[in-house]
């Protein structure tokens, strides 16, 4: 999680092309376009540090009062962001130079909700996202609705789902939670409409076309990319869905079938789309690698701001700047006592030049270790393109933001640890399986699950999917992509798809799907240039300043280039390839197929 896109509220002029663009009745001249790119550029850097500042107030102090004043500064931010978008068809027609042209497109496909010019509709667009959100946000699944302590919110239900191994148990908790859901169908469908209708007023075809045009290339082009990814990746999967299910059928025997596809309740989290909770289930037998991450941060009492320091000097020893001293005296590590927060990791860009920080409630676990560094991934990515225009601060694609930090959390290698003094002695190859097993029941059970959301929702707002078919479109993309299936039927009276945060919340979701990919690309190229010649998943980048002066290749051109040039800087290559991720589970998957032996893979 980085920072909210806020939504565009697209004026009523916008229609009536040139209606409200000052009136000049004269075609606009290239001195026109620079002298609104510095106006653009003015206005969003003032905007965007009061909203910043209010947002981390306001989730650092939560009041009725700062929540208004985050929301009017988020408002001023979207309404200047509208309004330049808009303006910015003025010079569709003009000569200009590259880079400028590119500052003009990325406000036009800067939007994730784009508000129709009809107040009312608008108004009611706005209120339709927040009530799904406070509906998402609110939900509880109560097993006695006479007994209010019977209840549980979906940390409750994420803890049954990850813990228990009671099949009845662990089913009604999965039914429970998507109870939350039926009541947003009509509202998502009448969100659907009006949120198409703002898309089209921008000229897009609908809100997924719009979704889908800030990758450089031709939308449809882009749809045809994932699924080659997916392609590449499949083999794997299909190795790993195949074992985990001979795995769960042994335990749980005829509720997971022996050919077929997988229940999506048993794999440890509610969406399947992490499996990791499983591990104790399919573990490879005599592979345990021998240390607990959480163990050691636990022994030695390291401190919340230890754990941080040790993420900040991976970044240092691969050559960047250490972070100012701001970042330590303005982040929040601790939940504090005495207030609420909103606790979700986050990290920040305050003035976007040098106030950075992390918002975290740190735990010491292996996970918030790993956390810290996705966090600081987001901080050192910020600082390498603090020097470009406002427009161009950000990550080459929404992946390439998200990926940046796991990258590093995949050089925290037994032999780091080492390195840095939390581990006495690596495990030698022979418990290889362990740590490949644990890693992909995390990136690649996700794989396909990342990409199963926008499908759907691109369905849904092309106009594919009609609302008699929400549902079981939901159930046979997770069916096609995933090879699981509900524990029970789900007709058109459910809303499956609400159950999931990023659907209510208007979140897309495929950036995650490409920072899975893009990680494992980053990870093979860094280590390469690191000259690691081990196995990729023992590779560590960890003091490279080769690989480091790679990764800030890419960094440091921020969105100023489309992103194949961002990605050529660091891997040499212009096209996304999952092969990557092939390569780093190699053993697993020769493993795998060893033991899927006379075993029929697929559903
Ligand atoms: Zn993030």
Redesign the pocket.
């Known amino acids: ?2 920072h909210r896109v806020p939504v565009v509220i697209v004026m009523s002029c916008l229609v009536v092309s040139g209606a409200c663009s000052g009136g000049a009745a004269t075609a606009p001249t290239a001195a026109d376009a620079k002298k609104f790119l510095d106006e653009v550029d003015r206005t969003l850097t003032r905007l965007s540090l009061d909203a910043n500042r209010a947002g981390w107030v306001g989730q650092n102090f939560i009041t009725p009062d700062t929540e208004a004043m985050d929301a009017r500064a988020t408002q001023a931010l979207a309404d200047a962001s509208s309004r330049f978008a808009k303006e910015a068809v003025r010079f569709d027609k003009l000569d200009l130079p590259a880079d400028e042209r590119r500052q003009m497109t990325l406000l036009k496909v800067s939007l994730v909700l784009a508000t129709p010019s009809d107040p009312k509709e608008a108004e009611e667009l706005t209120t339709l996202v927040s009530a799904m959100r406070g509906e998402y946000g609110r939900g509880k699944w109560c097993r006695d609705a006479a007994k209010p302590d019977s209840c549980l919110n979906i940390d409750d239900i994420t803890k049954v789902l990850a813990t228990s191994r009671t099949e009845k148990d662990i089913r009604a908790a999965w039914e429970g939670w998507h109870t939350i859901s039926p009541p947003m169908k009509k509202e998502y469908q009448r969100f659907a409409e009006l949120s198409n209708k703002g898309a089209k007023e921008l000229g897009f075809a609908d809100t997924g076309a719009m979704w889908r045009a800030k990758y450089d290339m031709a939308p449809d082009a882009f749809a045809n990319e994932l699924d080659r990814l997916y392609e590449q990746l499949r083999p794997l999967y299909l190795q790993l869905h195949a074992y985990v299910r001979a795995r769960l059928h042994k335990k749980y025997g005829d509720v997971v079938p022996e050919n077929g596809p997988l229940p999506a309740h048993l794999l440890g989290n509610i969406w399947a789309q992490d499996w990791s909770n499983i591990y104790d289930v399919v573990a490879p037998a005599n592979a345990d690698i021998g240390y607990s991450l959480t163990d050691i941060l636990k022994r030695r009492k390291t401190s919340p701001t230890d754990m941080v320091k040790t993420g900040e000097h991976f970044f240092v020893s691969l050559g960047f700047a250490s972070l100012p001293k701001t970042f330590w005296e303005r982040s929040l590590f601790v939940r504090p006592r005495d207030r609420e927060v909103v606790c979700h ?3 920040w860009d305050i003035d976007n030049l040098e106030d950075v920080r992390i918002k975290m409630c740190i735990d010491q676990t292996a996970e918030d270790f790993t956390t810290i560094h ?2 600081l ?2 901080n050192f990515y910020q600082r390498a393109y603090d020097t470009l225009p406002m427009i161009f601060r950000d990550s080459a694609n929404d992946g390439f ?2 990926a940046i ?1 796991d990258t590093i959390a995949l050089s925290v290698t037994p032999e780091y640890l080492v390195k840095i003094g939390l581990l006495d002695k690596a495990p030698d190859a022979s418990h290889d399986m362990g740590l490949l097993m644990s890693r992909a029941l995390e990136k690649v059970a996700f794989i396909p699950f990342g990409l199963v959301i926008d499908q759907w929702r691109w369905k849904v707002f092309s106009g594919q999917v009609t609302p008699d078919h929400f549902n079981s479109a939901w159930w046979d993309l997770r069916l096609k992509y995933q090879g699981v299936a509900p524990p029970s039927v789900r007709g058109e009276q459910f809303f499956d798809p609400g159950a999931k945060y990023h659907v209510p919340d208007n979140t897309p979701y495929m950036r995650y799907f490409l920072a899975n990919v893009l990680e494992f690309q980053f990870h093979r190229a860094l280590s390469k240039a690191a000259g690691c010649t081990a196995p990729l998943h023992r590779c560590s980048i960890y003091e490279s300043k080769t690989a480091g002066a790679k990764l800030n290749a890419t960094l440091s051109l921020g969105l100023s280039k489309p992103w194949p040039d961002a990605l050529e800087a660091m891997t040499g290559s212009r096209q996304m390839d999952a092969s990557a991720i092939l390569d780093y589970f190699k053993p697993l998957q020769t493993w795998l197929e060893e033991q899927n032996k006379g075993v029929a893979v697929g559903w």
């Open positions: 999680m980085r990791a986050s990290a996705h966090e991934g987001h933001h998200e930090g």
